[in-house]
């Protein structure tokens, strides 16, 4: 969600952007500056990389510390029943609960 948003408001400022507005800006790319186009992409792109390698570091961490998935038994089990020891749709689909 915040990717998408900054995304498009980072175009969306080389689009729209005015000197009227910031006197200590640039102009946009309705004002006949394409220039700006391109100084938002590359920041975009340097904000995509920064958070791909952060990502990368954190579920490295996790990995080595408590793993990033549960074992095979608590899958099969299931998440419900075994983390919170409760099912939670037995009512929706018509399953009886297992004792």
């Known amino acids: 969600m915040h990717g998408v948003g900054g995304t498009v408001g980072a ?6 952007a005015t000197t009227q507005v910031n006197s200590a800006g640039k102009d946009g790319v309705l004002r006949g500056n394409f220039g700006e186009l391109g100084v938002e992409l590359i920041a975009i792109a340097i904000a995509y990389a920064i958070a791909a390698v952060g990502t990368v570091i954190i579920l490295k961490v996790i990995d080595a510390t408590v ?4 074992k095979e038994e608590a899958e099969l089990q299931g998440l419900d029943i075994n983390e919170h020891g409760e099912e939670g749709y037995n009512s929706e689909f018509g399953d009886r609960p297992t004792q």
């Open 67 to 70: 793993g990033l998935r549960v």
């Open 11 to 16: 175009i969306l400022t080389a689009i729209f």
